[in-house]
Nanobody, 119 residues
Framework: QVQLVESGGGLVQPGGSLRLSCAASGLTFSTYDMRWYRQAPGKERELVAVIPSGGDSTNYADSVKGRFTISRDNAKNTVYLQMNSLKPEDTAVYYC????????????WGQGTQVIVSS
């Protein structure tokens, strides 16, 4: 049974930082691309950051580029999202996603962690 468990969300003031973690189990973590998505109230879910299985490159939404950093530790089956210089518009539920697009596509989601940026 595959599980993705996010943690690290919370309330932070504008300009502050948070680090989200997503611990994976039940899958061969090192073979999956890992992604962070977010969904703000009344908005569609959007892709925030991507790190491939090899961890050799990263991609970010324009809205977070230069402020957020995605990383992974395959030994710990964990992906991280370091969020700096947070803005109120970063307020959302953040979801971890595991994707593998081989002969059979596998996609898994975590339950989400709430991030609120407010003074």
């Amino acid at each position: 049974q595959v599980q993705l468990v996010e943690s690290g969300g919370g309330l932070v003031q504008p300009g502050g930082s948070l680090r989200l973690s997503c611990a994976a189990s039940g899958l061969t973590f090192s073979t999956y691309d890992m992604r962070w998505y977010r969904q703000a109230p009344g908005k569609e879910r959007e892709l925030v950051a991507v790190i491939p299985s090899g961890g050799d490159s990263t991609n970010y939404a324009d809205s977070v580029k230069g402020r957020f950093t995605i990383s992974r530790d395959n030994a710990k089956n964990t992906v991280y999202l370091q969020m700096n210089s947070l803005k109120p518009e970063d307020t959302a539920v953040y979801y971890c996603n595991a994707y593998r697009g081989t002969s059979v596509v596998r996609i898994y989601w975590g339950q989400g962690t709430q991030v609120i940026v407010s003074s």
